[in-house]
DNA sequence: ACCTGAACACCGTTCAAGT
DNA sequence: ACCTGAACACCGTTCAAGT
């Protein structure tokens, strides 16, 4: 009875054409989206993955439904090392850590910035989810620094996200400014850290 | 003799029709900008004005030839803005103020951000000329209050243009961070502030 | 069940033909 | 000197027709 019908209701899994090509289009947006971006042309990559327009949106309704199987891991990685650093590091190291890899790693996908601000708000978004998990775990290194007295009190998980976005957006605007990339994260970061109390 | 081609080689001033279409366009232009952004369709503003698309690239030649029009002005009056603060105000004072009139009123134009940065590093960008006059009036804002020792020294004025580029491009991803405009600004020109030593 | 590719409504840019 | 609008090479999205 291998590869029937299922009698129980749940969908069938996809025919092997059909999984061939899934893979096929995945490839092919993995490389143009590294070559072009988030905003690379969806039918540049049909082209190069060999299919139909129509076979693309049967597998993929819209972009950000094609993004999120290549963003989604990123944001699972993400969402991981932080919960590792957050056993491993101090409150302030886990937390300056894990903003420095995030904006690291963000280099290597042009547009990412923006289209994460796009989920943001958009629950029907199908990256909003696994984007959502990672802002959740960078949201706990911050409380924990700011519950160790190391970063100011009125910032939260909601700003710490806009600003560290807002460096990845800036950093790949100009490659002037990415070479200054550690610098403008630290200026922020420094900026975050509880201003010491004046002396005794 | 009115109106009659000059004899001296200089540019001729132009023709009435020319003159009205040119007009037209940059009514169409600002009204396209405000309700889609910097991005704005040229084919749309050109219906808009009423004229061809030849017309439309005759009195413009690209897109930023049409936007240094508009936003020249903006720049211009930025510029001014940043001298007449540094004459009435202190230097921690201006520097803050003109932040907050610069980001506040970048609201008004959608995609601005990212058409300053496209113009940053290119000389034949016709946005060029009067970005840098007003960067460089906000750099003179910086370097005061730098003398003054109100701000860290290892910030420069492309750092502060980034920043508050950034903060500029992060506001108008979402309106639920534009809300936070003010609270973002203040994180970074907070950050930006000299720590104070420890005490004596 | 899945695929193809033409069709549609848009772009930006160029250029021959008109006045 | 200036204008028009068709032409070209691209998009994203949809959908009838095929297997």
């Not at 009698?7 to 069938?12: C, L, V, Y």
């Not at 994460?116 to 924990?144: I, K, P, V, W």
């Amino acid at each position: 009875m291998t590869g029937t019908p299922a009698a129980d209701g749940r969908p069938h899994a996809l025919r092997a054409d059909a999984q061939r090509n899934r893979a096929r289009i995945l490839d092919a947006a993995r490389t143009a989206v590294d070559e072009q971006g988030t905003q690379a042309s969806l039918r540049d990559i049909a082209r190069r993955a060999g299919v139909g327009m129509g076979t693309l949106y049967r597998h993929f309704p819209d972009r950000e439904a094609l993004l999120e199987e290549l963003l989604g891991q990123r944001f699972d990685l993400l969402a991981g090392r932080a919960a590792a650093l957050e056993a491993s590091r101090s409150p302030e190291d886990a937390l300056v850590e894990w903003l420095g890899e995030f904006t690291a790693g963000a280099g290597a996908y042009r547009g990412l910035a923006a289209s994460m601000m796009a989920t943001l708000n958009d629950e029907s978004s199908s990256l909003h989810a696994s984007c959502l998990a990672m802002r959740q775990a960078a949201t706990r290194l911050l409380s924990n620094a700011q519950d160790a007295g190391h970063i100011r009190s009125d910032a939260d998980g909601t700003d710490l996200f806009a600003l560290v976005n807002a460096v990845t957006w800036i950093v790949d605007q100009a490659p002037s400014i990415a070479a200054r990339r550690q610098h403008l994260l630290s200026l922020i970061v420094d900026g975050l850290k509880r201003q010491p109390a004046a002396g005794p």
